[in-house]
């Protein structure tokens, strides 16, 4: 019983990252109907800045500058890359963010070195002992600001100017335009945003652990959490993710128990959830279903 709390614990943890990160992508995807294969390379920026920034300036002082510096990254990318490719086809738009991902991450791997680094936060490894229960602090610390972060987007979309013209270009971007609602910037903050997003969650990621340039592949787990809540739905890509955390957690803590499974089976537990949920609900769990009248 024990054994199964801490994996949900753990699982909550590590599933708020996977949200966090899942968030970005879904905002992009809104806004502008592509998905963005510079999220990666964003989480990556982000992790670096602030494991650089620490040092001089306190973890509490770094994670908010490097998620703004992040956020200022993306949009340059999508005033750059992608706003000149407005109207042309959403693969070629997705194909154009994959290569801004290698190009940023060839740029950021200089700054990581050959060693590896760490975001000096101030929880390490510590834990919570709770009757026999044991906690470590940043698990319950990623899933805190995840869980205030999503209050604060959810009440920025809800009753801000500025998010009820995001969720009025997310529906429709000619009415939007027809209504006086600048679906450029709509695309712009919808960036920024995610970037903000990606630098936290890789932070939240690698918070009491070192890490190195292959840290953006902890991002690719957030493509099966977005298509198993549905790629249109806020509320899917938190679900997904904590869902897909737990999921993971607990498939590590009791894999010696399924010897026939054979080692690290957890790390294909996303995947596998995302081609259940598909051949149930080809849309996701919470996605938008398209209906096509001929």
């Known amino acids: 019983m024990i054994a199964l709390l801490e994996g949900i614990v753990r699982g909550l943890g590590v599933g708020s990252v ?55 990254l993306a949009l340059g990318i999508e005033r750059g890359a992608v706003r000149p490719m407005v109207g042309r086809p959403a693969f070629v738009v997705a194909i154009i963010t994959l290569g801004v991902d290698v190009a940023i991450r060839v740029v950021v791997n200089i700054f990581i070195g050959l060693d590896v680094r760490n975001v000096h936060d101030p929880w390490g490894l510590d834990s919570w002992r709770i009757g026999a229960l044991q906690v470590q602090q940043r698990h319950v610390a990623a899933f805190l600001a995840t869980a205030l972060l999503v209050a604060a987007l959810f009440a920025f979309f809800r009753f801000t100017r500025m998010g009820l013209a995001m969720r009025a270009a997310a529906d429709d971007q000619e009415a939007a335009l027809a209504q006086g609602v600048s679906v450029g910037a709509v695309f712009a903050l919808s960036w920024a945003l995610a970037g903000a997003l990606a630098a936290v969650g890789g932070t939240f990621a690698t918070a009491g652990v070192s890490f190195d340039g292959n840290l953006w592949l902890t991002a690719l787990v ?73």
């Not at 769990?285 to 209906?291: C, P």
Request: glycine residues 12%; hydrophobic residues 60%; neutral net charge.
């Open 18 to 72: 996977y949200a966090l990160l899942a968030l970005g992508f879904v905002i992009i995807y809104k806004a502008t109907r592509v998905i963005s294969f510079a999220q990666p390379a964003l989480m990556l920026a982000g992790v670096v800045l602030v494991s650089h920034l620490a040092g001089p300036l306190g973890f509490w002082v770094a994670l908010p500058l490097a998620a703004l510096l992040t956020a200022v």
């Open 222 to 294: 957030a493509l099966p959490v977005i298509i198993l809540g549905g790629l249109d739905s806020l509320p899917g890509a938190v679900l997904g993710g904590l869902g897909v955390g737990v999921a993971q957690e607990l498939v590590a803590t009791y894999q010696n128990d399924m010897p026939w499974l054979g080692g690290n089976v957890s790390v294909i537990t996303p995947y596998v959830l995302m081609l259940l949920v598909l051949l149930v609900r080809p849309y996701g769990l919470f996605g938008t279903r398209e209906v096509e009248r001929v």
